[in-house]
């Protein structure tokens, strides 16, 4: 099956910070998705994003589906941003197929 | 803005239970999803649901789960046995296509 790997595994930034998150995926996929799960649990939709590049605020993703990544931005990094982030990749008949995500935390 | 609605937030069970995990899509969606997560791990799929029947299912999904959509708004899974691996956050899903999915917030199960 697809495989999902993001890096890197954690992230310490300071606030203000700028960061890049990165998945690969291993096949050709429909579509990917990011989220942001919140340290209640909560998966947040960030992008849904095939191919292209896609901004919203201080969060920007770019997928490049040709060489199979996807890259998450975020600029100018807040306390509220801390958290695991995940990549999930669309098999062909929809279901997600989620990477290890990244954790980050964003320090004051 | 429509959201997809879980209950309840936190379940606690004894091993061997039953367990029903509810759900409400949003509703002009079609396909419906359910994940889970064991705690400090990734997100699973564990079944899909399109047009009163299941479209897919993972190894994860053995006998003791079963879905269900009894009326036009819920959307159900059961565990007919708990066992203590079960222990894990399950989230819902729903689409109206085969495309962006909206997660709610997560049932925590804790089988004890």
């Known amino acids: 099956g697809i495989q999902v790997e993001q890096s890197p595994p954690d992230l310490i930034l300071q606030e203000g910070a700028n960061s890049t998150l990165r998945c690969n995926f291993s096949?050709?996929?429909?579509?990917l998705q990011w989220f942001h799960q919140n340290p209640w649990g909560q998966l947040i939709n960030l992008f849904y994003i095939p191919s292209g590049t896609k901004q919203n605020g201080r969060l920007s993703a770019t997928t490049v589906a040709t060489e199979r990544y996807s890259l998450l931005y975020i600029s100018s990094s807040q306390t509220t941003d801390s958290g695991v982030y995940f990549c999930a990749v669309y098999n062909q008949g929809g279901k997600l197929i989620f990477g290890q995500g990244t954790e980050l935390s964003v320090k004051p | 803005e429509p959201e997809v609605t879980q209950t309840p937030s936190h379940q606690v069970t004894q091993m061997g239970q039953e367990v029903i995990l509810r759900c409400v899509p949003i509703?002009?969606?079609?396909?419906f999803y359910w994940y889970r997560q064991i705690l400090g791990q990734k997100v699973e799929f564990l079944v899909s649901f399109y047009n009163n029947e299941i479209s897919e299912k993972s190894e994860i999904f053995d006998d003791q789960f079963s879905v269900e959509r009894p009326d036009g708004s819920n959307f159900t899974l059961k565990i007919r046995s708990t066992k203590l691996e079960d222990s894990a956050m399950y989230f819902c899903?729903?689409?109206?296509?085969?495309?962006?999915?909206?997660f709610g917030p997560g049932t925590r199960l804790t089988v004890l």
């Open positions: 096949d050709s996929v429909n579509n």
């Open positions: 509703s002009n969606h079609l396909y």
């Open positions: 899903a729903s689409s109206g296509t085969i495309g962006t999915q909206y």
